[in-house]
């Protein structure tokens, strides 16, 4: 078989042409360092692309909601740990209470001004906030409509039996002294969405990953317990037990009392107050853990954040260093066809003369 000069021109330009586009798409690698330039360069790849890109937004998103339901945990750890120094405190001074046979009547009422001052430090505890959210209140409470409304309030009822909120209990006790038949109370008043008409509310639980929710803010029956409920002006409050302790304590101290005296169910001051911190013990305990298991799934995320961007990057990414080396081949091939196409010419027009 004969083969023409004309012949091996066209197969050469053909072959520049080949080489020139793979060069084209080998510069437009090197420029933007990625494999896939458009979705029509490789269908199917670009469309696997797309789903890791998607999924790895997906995890971001689960990741921030993780982080931030275990930051607003850690402060609500941090919070119950506080609460309950403050109750170790109280009963340091229920135990100096218990021998109030020794004490006098001074004395009885120091100790009963220490247990109020520790109490007024667990109230602010109570309604602290974080990232403008209370911590320590349900999740619904966002933003109420009163900048001065607190979820957890004191109040008073005077011996004719009328409700009066106050801002301490400090303010209460110094109140209730004044009116022997009267006692003060901290409540808790739960709020909505509806209640708060708050347009920027945000959602109660946030998804931590498919079909998996997770609530933003404990609930305040988790690591409180309340003694019952009382009405006001049309509103229901529940009452913390914590605090109806802290109020019968003080009130026996004023009255002359001893803390080591069982009540008609045989416990003393002691045991409600050791009963008291055990809660707390648990209810930090519970949270701890929680904290702990969404740290654990959070470095799950990461590892397969890391694997699905390994596999995008497989895909879509152009390696440089192994791009330029087969730039550098292509353009060699380039150079050298030039130079046969152009031996090849005259010969062609020699055969067309």
Not at 189 to 202: A, G, I, Q, V
Request: glycine letters at 6%; one cysteine or more; a negative charge.
């Amino acid at each position: 078989m004969r083969i023409t000069t004309a012949y091996q021109y066209e197969r050469s330009v053909q072959t520049l042409q080949t080489v020139l586009g793979k060069l084209t798409q080998l510069q437009d690698q090197l420029s933007t360092l990625k494999q896939i330039q458009k979705p029509s360069d490789a269908p199917l790849d670009s469309a696997l692309v797309m789903n890791w890109k998607a999924y790895n937004a997906q995890v971001e998103r689960w990741q921030n909601n993780i982080k931030e339901v275990e930051n607003r945990y850690s402060y609500t750890e941090q919070n119950l740990t506080h609460i309950k120094d403050l109750m170790l405190n109280v009963r340091d001074l229920v135990i100096r209470g218990g021998g109030s046979d020794a004490l006098g009547p001074e004395e009885k009422m120091a100790v009963s001004r220490q247990l109020i001052q520790q109490a007024d430090e667990m109230l602010s505890s109570l309604n602290a906030k974080y990232a403008g959210r209370f911590v320590l209140a349900n999740a619904q409470v966002t933003k109420p409509e009163d900048p001065a409304w607190k979820p957890f309030k004191v109040l008073i009822q005077d011996s004719g039996g009328n409700f009066t909120f106050v801002d301490t209990i400090t303010q209460a006790e110094d109140m209730v002294q004044k009116d022997p038949g009267s006692k003060w109370m901290v409540v808790f008043e739960p709020k909505t969405f509806d209640e708060l008409n708050d347009p920027s509310r945000r959602a109660v639980s946030v998804e931590i990953g498919n079909n998996s929710t997770i609530p933003q803010v404990l609930a305040v029956e988790d690591y409180f317990k309340f003694s019952g409920t009382v009405d006001v002006n049309g509103a229901s409050y529940h009452r913390m037990d914590m605090f109806d302790k802290l109020f019968t304590f003080s009130e026996t101290l004023r009255n002359g009392g001893s803390l080591a005296s069982p009540d008609n169910t045989g416990k003393t001051a002691l045991d409600y107050t050791d009963e008291i911190l055990d809660g707390l013990t648990d209810s930090i305990a519970s949270i701890g853990a929680r904290v702990q298991r969404l740290g654990s799934l959070d470095d799950f995320y990461k590892n397969v954040s890391t694997n699905v961007e390994a596999l995008r990057s497989s895909y879509e990414d152009a390696d440089l260093a192994r791009t330029y080396v087969e730039y550098t081949k292509f353009h060699t091939s380039y150079q050298s066809l030039l130079k046969v196409i152009a031996s090849i010419t005259p010969m062609c027009l020699v055969d067309y003369l």
